[in-house]
């Protein structure tokens, strides 16, 4: 791959001293200097040419933002001789943000919230395809399809003449988080319906390996699965992580809630969508799912761990919850 990757390069109008292999991206030194991220792009040319559009937008109104580099050809996208898309976009030297440092933390999601608000002026929103937008029942669609699924591993399981340590400990934990599914579909089914000031561009994929802190200040970074949805849907995304990592700390979630809303102010749909979200057991689906689509001929300790950590931290998380969600009832929060 490392003599393939020089020849992609050469397609490029640089002249590049160094390619080092970094995490699924390969960063490549020029002779001028800068530096730019080689990376794959799962996508069309023409969702490539709208991330460039939607790039220079920022760029024009005063974000940093990482920017595309075209080939000498002119085209947003490398193919390679196997079909494989590349894209090359400029690089920001910084670091992650560090999900222990509260005040990143904090920064992380002002930044979003800034983001959020920048990007509601990219006119070109009306006109991303069917595939990039995600409305209000893509949600539910998601959380049926994930609860099937659920159901179809715990089928699964109960049909083995023997079972693992695993196995016995999913079935014993399945109906209490069954029962969280329900409810958060339910509590779906009974949401009054969007409002379209709460949906708009959105990152898509917004985590703490998606922010960088330089000497220019924060940035966001990879926005290739850029699309329209819920504004919320970025912000619990990264919420949900922070409070796994943090034991779901309830000091910390209010102030990343009061850090968000000083700069975007939240509406009552968008906190009750949060407290849903939040309730819907992803951890748990997500461990059953990794179990259901590897080998099953072994205990997987690994899931076993998983799974032993989402029991640890449900007696905070359910005490968070009930917190949530007597604090998205109120007519409006205050700090």
Known sequence: MYNRTETIVEAYPYEFTDIVKGRG?????????????????SGTAA????????????????CMAEQLVRTKEGAALFTDTDETRYYMRTWFDGRECDTRNREDILCAVKKLAQFHMDAAGFEEAEELPAVMCRGEEFLRQEYMRHTRELHKVRNYIKAKKKRNEFETDFLNEYDYYLAQADEAAGRLMEAEEMNGRYFGICHGDYSQHNLLFTSKGAVMINYERFCKDAYIS????????????????????????????????????????????????????KVANH????????????????????RAQERERAEFLKILYCFVQGQRFRF
């Not at 990343?256 to 009750?272: N, S």
Request: hydrophobic share 35%; aromatic share 18%.
């Open 47 to 62: 969702k490539a040419e709208l991330l460039e559009r939607f790039l220079c937008y920022l760029k024009e109104h005063g």
């Open 291 to 310: 179990y259901f689509n590897s080998k099953k001929s072994w205990a997987n300790n690994r899931d076993g761990e998983k799974l032993a950590k989402i």
């Open 234 to 285: 970025d912000f619990a995304h990264f919420f949900r992580k922070i409070m796994e990592k943090h034991n779901w700390n309830t000091g910390l979630g209010m102030d990343m809630i009061h850090a968000y809303d000083k700069v975007r102010r939240f509406g009552r749909w968008e906190l009750r969508q949060l407290s849903v979200r939040m309730c819907y057991p992803e951890k748990f689906w």
């Open 25 to 41: 991206v390969y960063f490549c030194h020029t002779r001028d200097g800068s530096k730019k991220i080689l990376k794959q792009f």
